[in-house]
């Protein structure tokens, strides 16, 4: 396949912001009723063993980026614990049947990662049925746009984000990192929004730059461990959060703001998280990797 060839396949299966057109969705959104439906990687991840015999845990695994990551993780090899809200278990058990399909094993775990006891439950759980746990990936995430800023933003939904993209992420590496041996990695879902925040996003955004600065201290921690701690900071993507908590206004033009003008799709991520995950990245730690259609993390 030629590089034109490839460019235009790409963008029939990534379409624009035309047709994202029309589109609410209640929290926490579901992918099932998604139009276009995102695309994770179900019909081009092609896996070549690199996380053979490995075993992760990935929060919010039910969709989106999460449900990608899962794809091409168990298709490279991984056998898997997905975390997510009790009210995504219909697009958690189709994750897990994409899972089973590739031949490995996954292991669902319900629950509100706002629980410390719940992130402990995650870890525990990882290492009873998986026999241990090499790979944490902190993808989960809470956001609501306010388009008022600072003034709409309730200490409720600050407490909720913090709580949901800070506070569990500390819990699960406290809980796992005891039980990784060396060559396990940690990845954790940054943002364009830990550089460039928009004022809608500012709770939002201020944990994504706490995610980003935990990342390169926690790598400096754990690298005499044999830990390596790195973060991927996506774009727009075209997942569920998008027109569950965003105005329908900013859902319709959602990614043309990019030099690619799209959104990026959760499949075009995954590679990210498993280079992360692999050998490959051996000698890489504290580093933030941007998949953001050509904006720049500054």
């Known amino acids: 396949m030629t590089e034109d ?14 047709e994202q057109e029309g589109q609410e969705q209640p929290h926490p959104g579901s992918g099932e009723a998604m139009d276009p439906a995102p695309d994770h990687g179900e019909e081009s991840y092609r896996g070549s063993g690199r996380l053979e015999g490995r ?12 449900r990608a990551v899962a794809i ?14 009790e009210e995504e278990q219909a697009d958690a058990e189709r994750t897990a049947e994409l899972v089973r399909e590739a031949g490995r094993r996954v292991v669902l775990v319900p629950g509100d990662i ?13 290492v009873a049925e998986l026999g241990g746990i090499d790979v944490l990936v902190n993808n989960a995430a809470y956001q609501m746009a306010q388009e008022e800023g600072l003034l709409a933003i309730s200490t409720e939904q600050f407490d909720r984000v913090l709580k949901t993209n800070l506070y569990a992420m500390f819990w699960l590496c406290k809980a796992a990192v005891p039980h990784m041996p060396r060559g396990s990695a ?11 925040p928009s004022p809608e996003l500012l709770d939002y955004a201020t944990t994504k730059a706490g995610i980003a600065n935990f990342t390169k201290g926690l790598a400096q921690d754990l690298a005499d461990k044999g830990i390596r701690v790195n973060s991927v900071a996506p774009g727009p993507i075209w997942t569920p959060l998008i ?30 998280f498993v280079f992360f995950a692999s050998p490959e990245s051996s000698y890489v730690t504290g580093e933030v990797l941007g998949v953001t259609g050509g904006q720049p993390l500054t």
């Open 5 to 18: 060839q490839h460019s235009q396949e790409t963008a029939e299966r990534h379409p624009g912001p035309e």
């Open 55 to 66: 075993r992760a845990v990935i929060t919010g695994g039910d969709s989106g980026i999460g």
């Open 72 to 85: 091409a993780f168990a298709r490279e090899g991984a056998d898997l614990v997905l975390s997510y809200l």
């Open 114 to 126: 706002r629980d410390e006891r719940h992130c402990t439950k995650i870890i525990d759980t990882a």
């Open 186 to 196: 940690i990845i954790n879902t940054s943002s364009i929004q830990a550089f460039q």
């Open 243 to 272: 027109p569950a908590t965003m105005p329908e206004e900013k859902v319709d033009s959602f990614g043309e703001q990019t030099p690619m003008g799209r959104a990026g799709q959760p499949a075009e991520l995954a590679p990210a």
